[in-house]
């Protein structure tokens, strides 16, 4: 497990853009996070006033941050920065709304060098809010 002081020694992302709170668990090629989601996040004065919605695009980003941690933590990757490089398969099933805690679950599919592919959900509970192929590129 991994905390927020740990994340942030992997992670370039700093506030208001790191979306990962806590890594539960990952191994030789899965990994899965959390988010917990607060009205307090800033996104939430406009998207929407009175109706407040995670942005689909963040919760994307929170699964590739997920992902991020797991390629940056091998020693080959160590300082550098992981990049989106596509997006396939994209669905949002469920709302994500203030007091909501994501569980981001990443499995790495592909990964050559530089470039790679993994397979993303994000949960709310037992329901999948979203999910995801993502394509990422490594670079320094």
Aim: charged share 25%.
């Amino acid at each position: 497990m991994l905390d927020i002081n740990e994340i942030q020694k992997i992670l370039p992302h700093r506030y208001p853009f790191l979306l990962v709170d806590r890594i539960e668990n990952f191994n030789e090629n899965k990994i899965t996070g959390l988010k917990n989601v607060t009205v307090n996040e800033s996104y939430f004065q406009g998207h929407f006033p009175g109706y407040p919605v995670m942005p689909g695009v963040l919760i994307l980003e929170a699964m590739a941050q997920v992902g991020a941690v797991w390629i940056l933590s091998k020693e080959e990757y160590k300082g550098k920065i992981a990049l989106f490089a596509g997006l396939d398969n994209v669905r949002f099933r469920r709302q994500v709304v203030p007091g909501d805690q994501l569980r981001i679950e990443v499995e790495v599919i592909k990964l050559r060098r530089s470039i790679g592919k993994a397979s993303a959900k994000a949960f709310v509970g037992d329901d999948v809010a979203a999910e995801a192929d993502l394509m990422f590129a490594i670079a320094d």
